[in-house]
């Protein structure tokens, strides 16, 4: 590939969890470079006085926003909810090309993202642009955008748990319940009291109990493959590990319905898809399995005794449930291989 | 009290977790001394050998199974399914209590044994005599009895958040599902390559989904308070901490159901319960919280846009999950206060 | 004993982990009773808001430092640097006992003092007044003061190490390293980016290298037992475990001087003290094994190819290197047996 | 780079954690195609069976040692001690090269490979083909030969650590001490007591206290940098991490030396070093940062008040202690630039 092909990337807010990830990621992308990093906390400070792991590797300096907005042909947005519809807006006008890894984008419907998330929607004909960036059910519409909304972690791993079983009508629709277990990095860098060592390990609790603010964007997608308004129970918990995010889904089966036929619906759907690994009967999906990688562990059972579907999920939060994730979308968008970039072998310990 | 008033307690497999714990948790009980101990693995040694930390404070040298009969009022048995009928059928010939850690005679069906452990029932007599040790539910009869089933950590925790529902009728009975994390010292002593600690640290998978022996057992107890046969699903989690167990139960509310309804059943049931500690609105239990304790935390939460019931309980699984149960069935046994020489304060980290 | 026998106990800084620790230890003494707390943070609330494991156990509310005084009659004070001086005079007044867990009394020389922790010797007189609370190496001095300035961490770890064998001359004074490992509950209870989980856990590192404030307590021990100035290399490390400090001592040996030499040292000094325990030949100190207690296990080697002493020592950071030492600390000055309220297994997993 | 060019790889042992280390590496390795694998506990059964993590990457199905040769260029071998020397006879007769993770060509000495390992030279002149694979160190040697000796990990991070104070005279060679912290996947695959989770979370401890196989490795560097007989005193210890070790070395300062000459002297040493980041004063090295790939951090202090250097360097142990290092190895032997895919962003978290 020639030197004016590779894709010049910039990353706003890189000092953040997931900031810092996509510039880790970006490193070993064949097509891509990254151009330039915004953070307002550092801006001045190198990437790697922040992240002492980086160092040598992704020394970057912070700069403004608009110097990367400048030096980008795609914009990477990883920041607090609220902040991206402006840059959005700046994006499309220069005729770069923005992902953006918060929730401004993610809901169609303005009256949910008022309820969810306070705000309102600035233009609304921006939002009619945005493409919901989960590439394994809305491949051919991202290709077709600049501007993506980017899922969040338990977004991706519920719908990709429950999608074939739904599509296929296997399932109802009602009494979906996803119980999630989500390892820290999802809460952030900024320390907190919850967060803080001596008090999260050795423990386990929920929070957000059917309050969490994924919940309608979980909705939003199954409502969309199902053809109908679907609503599901999702109760998220705090694992003491890095990274992960085990989804256990739990639905009723309707009459008939064999594991076989569960099987072969999710064989069929997922067949071809690189970064979604259907486990062998009996297995099931381990966070462990998928960590600093953009893998979905999918793995199905069946409770006959009770007439209940069981669909476990797997993903790292901070790739396939943010910046591996952003960066397929890129691909996508792009027109390079989906995979590019991204084919790394999960550590097995 | 004086001396000859002093129950003499034997454990038989003290060295494996459950047996251990026991040894550690009666040090500290004013009305009970650890009279002999054995091991089939350790005759002859020290626990203290076994387990270091105990040194100078557990130093019993391990004996035969018969020497712990001989020396003991009360016999603990924390010992693989299957050999514990031979040795209650010996304790109560020669008028001893006999509390069993394991499996034996907790399911009042052989028929359902049979199905889940594959054994026999040897003496049917002896498993009338059996009472299910479950104090919180069944404290009287447990007071009549000289012959304990203790339940297992699963079948402790799941009733104790779903009782007080069941109850009073404020949820379906069908429709039930136990998503269930451990601690991995549920499995035991023994080197496995799943808690291996480089496979099972950062990781989070579920094992013997909608298959696990404590399945019987627990809707046993559920359709008891029922008063009519429950199925629940139950999908355990192996989780990379020590200790504890979180139940987060789902069930669908009856119509007209508030969580205020429910707070005050769950109130007034477990109100003069020492060991079970119901949480205030918004708190979730979390393991961390429970550690090396006897208590039970028990938190309610409602999602009102499924009409979903969730209650969330929480409890170390070798002490109100094995050890500590065992000793409050005790107490109860041999008239004491239900809590002697188990009010110990919960570690905050 | 009579009610009127209890000792009403007081902790200033009661939210705090020290603090906190002080409760839960307290709850369980027979002849002393929580008295009154206090906390600037928290006044007003439970203590068992703040720490949710405390449910039930310890629910006293925080008071005012004053009320705390007032009512108790020993004073523990778990408070910043600099704060216990104008308490210490308070108590001292008023014929209450002060245990000091800060370091304003540790220092017994003013230019250390000032030159470690900046601030200066308000009242000459009360320094003279205050002892040293390490009662295996200065029990007789405890038991006739009323204001004990109780150890830090790693200033127990590390002389409980090495003394006897300094004290019989069997190692050089000089060249002594002490190479610590500590558990994070040790950095306190306010949330930071280095005890952020993410950031800490799975990782390892040394902080304060040759440069912490524990150095010249250290040396200051040492010295008195060596009967001239010791200067030690200290090297602390912070572990991703809640508790626990290992303190791994190096030093050069005198001629001649063998392991069995130095066995017998330790034994004839450590033979009657319950709260340090000698491992065997072989078997390293391991803080798993001291966990939640008291203890402080002593393991030593012997590098015959340099000629080299190595003793390895661990201990619970928040008890032995915190709250149990003060309470052993009180035990000796109010005549109780020292290990009164201390005697606890500590949990094998 | 045409399909000819590529190197075909085999590894001996792929299901051990050094082997399956080698084979994720591998994979990313653009210069490099994994031919064969072998295991003697798993032949025939697929890699990503064995480690589920590898599913959809690493499926190639174990075969026998006479295939994996066969089908190779070069061969790894990640074997127990003492069964390599047959293999690495083969390899050198066939034409191959041979990089052995193993002990058996490490030693020079015979007679101090039989005092550690118990074992014998089979073949004097193949031990006299034999290069210690530690690049930085002897880097053109390794170029000349088809027989690696690969370090193990901690003979790896202490000479790194020391080489360049050693290697200028800045401190004495007499009285080092290097005490080491190694994460668990060092103790390999096998479950064993003292990596039951349970038993080893959240807890620490020394092992094989100045009798490490290790040492003799260890000292064979540093004497052949120093030019004369050089002893150490080594401690290791297990952390509960996965990964990682760290080494904090000890060593008398030369008087007259500053902190700048060292600094001076490791910069000039190590400033074309890639994988060898020289850190900033003030900083530690943590085994965090360092955590799936090649690097060895490596950060220098003194303590000033006792005239002592501290060296603290940091790598994991299973890249640059082990897989990560043989490749690096490779590449030197086939002509490649040294870094070819080990080029790898440590993860921040």
Redesign the interface.
Same mark, same amino acid.
């Given at each position: 590939m020639e030197n004016d092909r590779i894709i010049r990337v910039g990353v706003v807010g890189a000092t953040g969890?997931a900031g810092?990830?996509l510039? %880790?990621l970006l490193?070993?992308h064949p097509a891509a470079r990254l151009a330039a990093i915004s953070s307002v906390s550092f801006e001045g400070q190198a990437l790697s006085d922040v992240?002492?792991?980086?160092?040598?590797?992704?020394d970057l300096v912070c700069e403004t926003q608009a110097d990367v907005v400048e030096k980008s042909d795609v914009i990477f947005a990883a920041l607090p909810h609220g902040l991206s519809q402006d840059l959005a807006e700046e994006c499309m006008e220069k005729g770069k090309a923005f992902i953006d890894l918060g929730a401004d984008f993610r809901l169609e419907s303005e009256a949910e993202y008022h309820e969810w998330y306070g705000g309102e929607f600035k233009d609304k004909s921006l939002h009619g642009q945005a493409v919901y960036g989960l590439p394994e059910l809305f491949r051919e519409k991202i290709k077709t955008t600049k501007l993506v909304a980017n899922p969040g972690c338990y977004t991706t791993v519920v719908p990709l748990a429950l999608v074939p079983a739904l599509e296929k009508g296997y399932i109802e629709a009602e009494?979906i319940?996803a /119980?999630c277990?989500s390892?820290? +990095?999802g809460a952030g =860098?900024?320390?907190?009291?919850n $967060?803080?060592?001596?008090?999260? #390990?050795?423990?386990? $609790?929920?929070?957000k109990?059917?309050n969490h603010r994924h +919940?309608p964007e979980i909705e939003q997608t199954l409502s969309k493959i199902h053809g109908a308004p679907v609503?599901? +129970?999702f109760?998220p918990?705090l694992?003491?590990?890095? =990274?992960?995010i085990?989804a +256990?889904c739990?639905a009723?089966l309707k009459p008939g319905v064999t594991e076989e036929m569960l099987r072969a619906a999710y064989e069929a759907r997922y067949g071809d898809e690189?970064f979604v %690994?259907l486990?062998k009967p009996g297995? $099931?999906? /381990?966070?462990? #399995?998928?960590?600093?990688t953009n893998?979905c /562990?999918v793995s199905l059972?069946?409770?006959t %005794?009770?007439g209940?579907f069981?669909a476990?999920s797997?993903l790292d939060n901070?790739v396939k449930g943010a910046a591996g994730q952003a960066i397929q979308n890129m691909n996508l968008i792009f027109g390079l291989d989906e995979t590019t970039g991204l084919?790394?072998?999960?550590?097995?310990?």
């Open positions: 969890y810092a990830e510039c %880790r490193y070993g992240y002492p792991a980086y160092l040598g590797m992704c009494g319940i /119980d277990k390892g820290v +990095t =860098r900024k320390p907190a009291q $967060s803080h060592f001596p008090e999260l #390990n050795e423990g386990l $609790s929920a929070y109990v059917a +919940t609503k599901i +129970t109760v918990h694992l003491p590990v890095n =990274r992960g085990l +256990t739990y009723r690189t %690994r486990l297995r $099931s999906a /381990d966070i462990h #399995n998928v960590k600093y893998f /562990d059972f069946v409770d %005794r009770t209940t069981i476990i797997a901070m084919l790394q072998v999960p550590p097995a310990f």
